[in-house]
Each structure stands twice: as structure tokens, then as C-alpha cells.
């Protein structure tokens, strides 16, 4: 993440939080002129205006929670937390403190999705019926939590919740209805194969998986058309989405 905030010569590390003193120590080496300390309360004395947390998704809702209370903005990895009353009370707690607040979802500002949906806007009345979308990878897991369900790995945790988020971006829809069969190919849950209904009547089938070959792609029809469109994973979309966010951080906060 730190290079790819300095590549995009808008933020200054300011503060560096990890629970681990080895890191902190490191941290303390790269960043001498930044606060280094094992929370994000114990930063408070750093002029920090921005948090950007990528911990693991058990601890987001601690630590965003602390953000919220120095009256800082927020970007968030996805998952937002593993607990949906969580999720909710960020949410608001953000509103109310006027903070921007955003989840990691970075799946929506690939070119050929965001084509996708200005094709999807001016589809002149016709209705869609379904979605198929894909969504694997082989991945060679090395962050511990990545291996566990409870600590936020597994395919529903790491990897429906991008196309979920895509889809609803998509159709300018939201998910009221979720059935999914998981299966454990190298790592518990590592693939899923996940039924959405959608508020506007649509179904959604969708594969992910990070113990198979790379595939991201959508399909989606409707009663006299069908659109289709794939993300070749050559160039992460990363540094578009911060840039994004941080325009709005530097503006008026609605």
C-alpha cells in the first residue's frame, strides 16, 4: 500500500500502526520522521487526516472505530468487517462524524467494468434477467488469516464480496438474497459457487475460487441482449480507487 500511495504524490505517511514490534521496528526505520505505535488511538498527536487500514478483517471494526473518534477519514480493505451489526455501526458512526468512509471494492473502477456500465445505463428500457461472473484465481497464501474462515479468509470472505459489490455497481441494484455451497480444495472455503437474487428480480450465478485458473469476467442478459466484459489482471486498479478517494477527502464532505 505505502508505495502505492507515494507513487500517486498525494499523501505523506504520517503514522504507521502494527501490532507486531519486528514491523514496528522496520516501520520505524523507513519512516523516521512518522509515529509508529501498536494502535491508531496511541497516534493521536500525529496531524493524521486520513487512516487507510489493512489489517486483518477481524480487527477492522477496533481499529476503524478509533479512526472515527480522531475525526479521520477512512479507507477500509474489504471485507468492512466479518459481522454485519459491525459494519453497520461504522457506517454510522461515519455519517455522523461527515467523514468519507470507503471499502476497498476496487473491482468497479477496472476500464473494462466501468465500460461496461455506461454500455449497462443506456440500455433503453431493457429489463435484465440474469448474471453469470466469474471470479478465480490460484493464489499461494502466505498471510495467515488467509487460511482461516473465522479470521476472514475463504472464497465468501476474500473474493465473492468484489463481485457482489460489482454486480449492485453494475445494475444500480442491491442483493436481497444470498445461497452459496462452498468446497476446500487447498485451504478451508477456498471455493464457492454463490446464488444472488437481486432486488430488481435478477438472478446472479457466480464461481470464485483462489485455487483455480485466473478468470474475471461478467455476462450478463437481458430480454433481447446480452453484455459481456473481462478484467485482464495485468494492472490493478488499486491506485485509481485511492486517487478517487482521496478527490473527495480533498473537497467538501456532503
Partial sequence: YVPALQALDLFEVRSIVDAHEPRRELA??????????????????????????????QAHFATASQALEQGCHLYVEKPLTLDLRE????????????RVAATG???RFAPAYLALRSQLQDRRGV???SVQTQLTFDEVVTVPWKRSVERGGGALNDIAVHHADLVCFLL????????????????????????????NGAL???LFSSAAPAVNRLIIRGETKEWRAARV???????????SWARRVAGPVA
Fill in 127 to 129: 429489463s435484465i434477467t
Fill in 204 to 206: 446472479v450465478d457466480a
Fill in 105 to 107: 471494492y476496487v473491482e
Fill in 28 to 57: 520505524r526505520r523507513q519512516f523516521p520522521g512518522a509515529v509508529i505505535a501498536d494502535t491508531v488511538r496511541a497516534c493521536c498527536g500525529a496531524r493524521v487526516d486520513v487512516w487507510l487500514i489493512a489489517v486483518p478483517p
Fill in 233 to 243: 489482471p495485468a494492472r490493478s486498479p488499486f491506485e485509481r480507487r485511492i486517487a
Fill in 87 to 98: 459494519a453497520q455501526e461504522l457506517v454510522t458512526l461515519a455519517r455522523a462524524a461527515r
Fill in 172 to 199: 444500480d441494484t442491491e442483493v436481497v438474497a444470498v445461497r452459496a455451497n462452498t468446497s476446500s480444495v487447498r485451504r478451508p472455503d477456498d471455493t464457492a459457487q454463490v446464488e444472488f437474487r437481486l432486488a
